[in-house]
């Protein structure tokens, strides 16, 4: 009985040793997984540890925020983050999308200066994801800019949240935003946006941004494509450098694959107004959210700040605004820009000296 009671025992803990090297086994398998990525969409590193002040409130709701960070255009990028840090107690984690040969410079500057607690992961966006699904003019191949679509590829950037904001470089943020991360989205609805026709920033005519606020500002309606859709061309449209996205709901729809088969379809077809706004980004999402979207607090997108180098707002209203967000050609680091006093609390020197550079030039930048 002995000798039995023995071997049963050492059964028990052989099977409770293969046990456990199962679940190792399992656990390194799901990292792998999860660390692969087909989209060229890589992690480059990650800070994980959540701030004192975080932790001794018990709010470690983690909040996705997904910008992107070309070289020429960082400080913007940094300013918008630290806005953002400044403004809320939340735990905050930065998805930094950029490309390889600007992440020493990025990690430099955050790491040297006071920005130097923020949560971020830096993403390096591989712009072969676009091939076949991009026009470009051999003659001015250096006018694309790849980051411009990382918005379209937003759960591979965050592939482990439920929810995301995704705001451009160009923005300011002046309260909370956990307020914005709180829109509540329709049933169905895999992002929400700030409509054009309803918004705050449209109450004045907007010199040279070209018609932006409906669907005919960006689609070609002589193309029998764009027609069959029936999509009504006096439809308001929306600005996508601010949204807030379901991305389970994004997932279950394949937003990415559908926004991917209109750019494809315009590289064979054109579908793109020429004449008026211009942009290669909005289009798709336009199509891909037609009377598909909730909206955001129009406060949450004061837009068109870049359009002019004049001051269009009254300064009650741009202290009042939740996000101040300077689209169009005139960028607030740049010589002539409105409202740039506001976007300069916000700007944290480059420790590298290479932005102070570049600003003297900022405005040969391409808008979005």
């Known amino acids: 009985s002995v000798n039995i009671s023995i071997l049963i025992v050492a059964v028990v803990i052989f099977l409770l040793v293969l046990h456990h090297n199962f679940l190792g086994l399992s656990d390194f398998l799901k990292r792998e997984l999860s660390d692969s990525n087909p989209l060229g969409l890589q992690p480059v590193d990650f800070i994980p540890a959540v701030p004192q002040r975080l932790a001794d409130e018990g709010n470690d709701k983690e909040i996705s925020v997904v910008i992107a960070a070309s070289d020429e255009r960082l400080g913007g990028a940094i300013a918008a983050m630290n806005s953002i840090y400044r403004h809320t107690r939340s735990n905050v984690v930065f998805h930094i999308v950029t490309l390889n040969d600007t992440v020493d410079h990025l990690r430099l500057w955050l790491s040297n200066t006071a920005l130097k607690n923020l949560r971020y992961r830096i993403v390096d966006f591989d712009p072969r994801v ?11 191949a250096d006018t694309l800019k790849p980051l411009t679509f990382a918005r379209f590829y937003l759960p591979s950037l965050v592939p482990h949240a439920e929810k995301a904001i995704y705001v451009d470089d160009d923005i300011i943020v002046q309260d909370d935003i956990l307020e914005l991360y709180n829109t509540p989205l329709k049933p169905g609805h895999a992002a929400a946006f700030s409509d054009d026709c309803d918004s705050t920033t449209n109450k004045v005519a907007v010199r040279g941004a070209g018609n932006q606020y409906n669907y005919i500002g960006f689609l070609d309606y002589k193309k029998e494509t764009i027609r069959k859709l029936a999509m009504k061309a006096n439809t308001c449209s929306f600005n996508p450098g601010v949204f807030v996205a379901n991305l389970t709901e994004w997932k279950l729809q394949n937003i990415t694959k559908q926004l991917e088969k209109w750019m494809a379809l315009n590289v064979a077809e054109e579908l793109y107004s020429r004449t008026l706004a211009g942009s290669i980004t909005t289009p798709p999402l336009l199509i891909v959210f037609y009377k598909q979207h909730s909206s955001i607090d129009p406060m949450w997108n004061v837009r068109h700040l870049g359009s002019s180098a004049g001051k269009r707002y009254s300064p009650q209203f741009v202290k009042a605004a939740k996000l101040l967000h300077w689209n169009g050609h005139f960028k607030p680091w740049g010589r002539t820009a409105s409202y740039a ?8 020197p480059d420790p590298t000296g290479k932005f102070s550079l570049i600003r003297r030039h900022s405005e040969a930048y391409e808008a979005k």
């Open 130 to 140: 676009l091939e076949g699904r991009v026009q470009v003019d051999p003659q001015q």
């Open 341 to 348: 006093e506001i976007w300069e609390k916000w700007y944290v």
